[in-house]
């Protein structure tokens, strides 16, 4: 079982991580660090500079200034608790009814899990890279949703007078120009054309998609083939599927107080939907029945699935570990075809009780609980952001080695350091990189880091791609 305490030593203060070579994370003192020095280019392709100091000039907005500086979206109340303050009033008054909405409003707000009251002071809340294009979305405080191309200097920004607190996106899978944003109202369907020269984009590019009840949206995800979205709400129980081309929902109710995070597996079998209690359920998607998992420590604070769709790996909110659950094909009697099921029993697979290095600087402690997570598309490294006891990010993101067969294992790599004084919010891959991972991170000083993970993806790896099982 992996353990923090056989990782390398992490970079001292006043470095930078650059990349990985040779199986070793390199970093250097940030005032002279230059990625080029080592990767004098990354599959070609120049990284911009991302800064929000930099974003700001660009649009003459404050990126870093809320329009909507209470967060809305974390206190709004839905339907039914209005209907209960409604019943409360006129059966035992109004200072009852007061006292109801102290209680509603402190219970929605929990629902809306660490991801989301991270936001509340993040410049960066949301980035998204595309599957199969060299671009991502970056959605900043002020509710700007701003497209970077690798290729092009031009930045369309994504406005809507009711696209207000964005907490969530996603592009659609063999599309190149749809992405969803999720946020305070519902859902807004964006169609950024590639080539237009429109930089800031209005209503003729959008649809905006609501359910009643079911917001704010903080969580989304596409099936791999394009066709379906499911959305989730911390103040909505239903977990929501979407025919985004008919503008048609159809939700899923369990009682469990919410929807935290939801996740599609990339063989398109299974869907993960978390809630804020200590459970979360695997949904499979030929006949849209679920499995419980329960009785865990916490909460499921995040979750990646394998590129192959067979392991989940998980983490709790509340005990310093990483669990994994094997997913396998099996016979569907009823309807002469395989549905995959998932083991009962998770396995332990990553020991992150906090550890102790001593460097020049004095010591650096790191671990604990997870605050997020990413996995790469080839299923070999595996990033971590951890949260300290007052649920703040730890300046440092963990990345591990995965190995998917024979057996699954998780290894130490190192620790990678951004720009001075940052913790980091945000950690994602780029989907298309082919020479090993390209991680991706937002600090909180509002900058993004590309940082070139190089190795040579195994061969024996294989991961699902637009439907269909590949070999890398």
């Known amino acids: 079982m992996a353990s923090l305490s056989v990782f390398p030593a992490p970079p001292s203060m006043g470095e930078v991580t650059l990349c990985e070579m040779n199986a070793r994370l390199i970093a250097e003192d940030y005032s002279t660090a230059k990625l080029s020095k080592y990767v004098p280019a990354t599959q070609g392709i120049k990284y911009p500079s991302i800064d929000v100091s930099i974003e700001s000039a660009k649009t003459g907005n404050n990126l870093s200034s809320s329009i909507d500086p209470d967060w809305g979206s974390l206190v709004k109340k839905e339907k039914s608790i209005y209907n209960k303050l409604l019943k409360v009033w006129h059966s035992k008054g109004i200072s009852e009814m007061l006292q109801e909405v102290k209680k509603s409003k402190d219970e929605v707000i929990q629902r ?11 410049h960066i809340r949301a980035f998204a890279w595309h599957p199969h294009v060299a671009k991502f979305v970056v959605a900043w405080q002020n509710d700007s949703v701003m497209v970077y191309t690798l290729s092009s200097d031009l930045v369309p920004i994504l406005e809507h007078k009711q696209q207000k607190a964005v907490s969530c996106l996603a592009w659609r899978p063999l ?26 984009l209005g209503g003729s590019s959008v649809r905006h998609l609501s359910y009643p009840g079911h917001s704010p949206v903080t969580t989304v995800s596409w099936s791999p083939s394009g066709q379906l979205l499911v959305s989730g709400s911390p103040a909505d129980s239903n977990l929501m599927v979407w025919d985004v081309a008919l503008e048609t929902a159809t939700p899923l109710y369990r009682a469990g107080g919410g929807v935290t995070l939801t996740s599609w597996s990339p063989d398109e079998r299974n869907v993960l939907s978390a809630t804020p209690s200590s459970l979360f359920r695997v949904w499979e998607t030929q006949t849209w029945t679920c499995e419980k998992w329960s009785n865990l420590a916490g909460a499921c604070q995040a979750a990646c699935w394998s590129p192959d769709g067979k392991i989940l790996v998980f983490a709790v909110a509340d005990e310093p ?138 061969s024996s790896v294989g991961s699902f791609q637009n439907g269909a099982l590949k070999s890398q």
């Open 112 to 122: 809306g899990n660490d991801r989301c009251l991270f936001m509340k002071n993040s």
């Open 321 to 458: 570990a990483l669990y994994s659950l094997q997913f396998q094909n099996v016979d569907d009697g009823r309807r002469n075809a395989t549905v995959a099921k998932g083991a009962r029993l998770a396995v332990r697979c990553a020991d992150l009780m906090p550890h102790t290095w001593e460097n020049t600087d004095g010591s650096v402690t790191l671990g604990g609980c997870v605050r997020s997570m990413a996995w790469d598309p080839f299923g070999e490294r595996l990033a971590v952001i951890f949260k300290d006891e007052k649920k703040h990010a730890q300046e440092l993101v963990a990345v591990f080695k995965t190995r998917l067969k024979p057996s699954f294992e998780i290894m130490p790599c190192g620790f990678v350091r951004g720009p001075p004084e940052t913790v980091p919010q945000i950690v994602t891959f780029q989907q298309d990189f082919k020479k090993g991972a390209l991680l991706t991170v937002c600090w909180s000083d509002g900058s993004v880091s590309f940082i070139p993970l190089l190795f040579s993806p195994s």
């Open 175 to 200: 599309s190149g120009s749809v992405l969803v944003v999720g946020c305070d109202s519902g859902l807004f369907v964006w169609t950024v054309n590639p080539s237009s020269p429109i930089l800031r």
